[in-house]
């Protein structure tokens, strides 16, 4: 049994979530509170009524997510929205969540998880996000089809986009997960020509096009495990705590 504020402080100093300006709604940090002990750890990207259930149904007494219980704004506590959270307070379950400062985190976060899994060398940070710089460049020893397969394998999903020519060496590339791909001005204007996110973009996917960049989507869910997943793993080892990672995909 660990108590709930120190691990709520050793994840608030960890990520920098008093340092890292983000969206409203992320609301980074402790969202629910329980009654101050953990006994396991339950880890998922999103806070969906099913994720809850699923965390209580695991024994869970904190769920930490990437993309916290308020991330669709503030609604009026009744039908739907009243149910998930009257969930968390019946079975004592605390939520933690962390969006931007577990994105950018350069050893526990998305694009940290990304970047080492396909092997890249020479890594720094790239793409600027409102003022806090996000995503990660690095260099990939193979060719933009050895890219996609491994982004894919790495990912466990279909890896979508436009590919110029698979054969071409990959050489310097950007990786930045989730839904960033409008961020294709920022990777044209550096230089780059290979570009790794996660959703899907109808317009994204023409500019590509048009700009001769190589753009890869492996969804937005996907490329956004590897941070919660680095979280359990941390708690793990400081704490000795169980832990157990919510699987539910959204298709995207």
């Given at each position: 049994m660990t108590p709930l504020n120190d691990i709520v402080s050793l994840l608030d100093t960890t990520l920098r979530i008093a340092e890292i300006h983000d969206a409203p709604v992320a609301l980074n940090g402790l969202q629910v509170e329980n009654?101050?002990?953990v006994t396991k750890v339950a880890l998922a990207v999103?806070?969906?009524?099913?994720?809850?259930d699923d965390a209580i149904a695991a024994g869970a007494d904190l769920l930490i997510?990437?993309?916290?219980?308020f991330w669709s704004g503030l609604r009026p506590l009744t039908g739907w929205w009243k149910a998930k959270v009257e969930a968390a307070f019946k079975a004592n379950l605390a939520i933690y969540a962390a969006h931007l400062p577990l994105d950018l985190h350069p050893e526990l976060g998305n694009?940290?998880?990304?970047?080492?899994?396909?092997?890249?060398t020479d890594i720094t940070p790239e793409i600027d996000?409102?003022?806090?710089?996000?995503?990660?460049?690095?260099?990939?020893?193979?060719?933009?089809?050895?890219?996609?397969?491994?982004y894919a394998a790495l990912t466990g999903t279909e890896v979508t986009g436009i590919v110029h020519n698979p054969a071409a060496p990959a050489g310097r590339i950007v990786v930045c997960s989730g839904g960033a791909g409008e961020e294709i001005y920022q990777v044209q204007e550096k230089g780059y020509t290979t570009y790794l996110t996660g959703e899907e973009?109808?317009?994204?996917?023409?500019?590509a096009r048009d700009m001769g960049i190589n753009m890869l989507f492996a969804g937005?869910?996907?490329?956004?495990?590897?941070?919660v997943?680095?979280?359990?793993?941390?708690?793990?080892?400081?704490?000795?705590?169980?832990?157990?990672f919510i699987d539910n995909p959204t298709g995207m």
């Open positions: 009654n101050g002990c999103d806070g969906s009524q099913r994720t809850i997510l990437h993309h916290g219980i694009n940290a998880g990304i970047a080492h899994g396909l092997g890249l996000y409102h003022g806090t710089t996000i995503g990660l460049a690095g260099s990939y020893h193979g060719t933009v089809g050895e890219l996609r397969d491994a973009n109808h317009w994204v996917s023409n500019a937005h869910y996907a490329t956004e495990t590897f941070g997943k680095s979280l359990g793993a941390l708690l793990q080892e400081r704490f000795g705590l169980p832990t157990v």
